[in-house]
Nanobody
Framework: QVQFVESGGGLVQPGGPLRLSCAAS????????MDWYRQAPGKQRELVAS???????SYADSVKGRFTISRDNAKNTVYLQMNSLKPEDTAVYLC?????????????WGQGTQVTVSS
């Protein structure tokens, strides 16, 4: 199974930016659809952003226009640039992989990286 290590989280003031990284194991990274999820305390895990192997992106309505997902296949890494952060963006952010847009996540869930938006 593909494994992931997320990093880049922290405490940021409302309106500020943060850039998350997710490093994946294995040699098939470039073939996957890569996803960023988030999970806030007491809430279900939410799909935030996705990027296909060809660079097509998709975003949850709650982050559209503020977050940008990108990938570097040479580094087996997917990024999430988060701008104009809001307190409601506070959550643990995790990444995973799918073989296609119509598949379920196929990797092992990592620890995630905590993002806290607060003044």
């Amino acid at each position: 199974q593909v494994q992931f290590v997320e990093s880049g989280g922290g405490l940021v003031q409302p309106g500020g930016p943060l850039r998350l990284s997710c490093a994946a194991s294995g040699s098939a990274f470039s073939t996957y659809v890569m996803d960023w999820y988030r999970q806030a305390p007491g809430k279900q895990r939410e799909l935030v952003a996705s990027i296909s192997n060809g660079g097509t992106t998709s975003y949850a309505d709650s982050v559209k226009g503020r977050f940008t997902i990108s990938r570097d296949n040479a580094k087996n890494t997917v990024y999430l640039q988060m701008n104009s952060l809001k307190p409601e963006d506070t959550a643990v952010y995790l990444c995973n992989a799918r073989s296609s847009w119509w598949s379920v996540p196929s990797g092992s869930w990592g620890q995630g990286t905590q993002v806290t938006v607060s003044s």
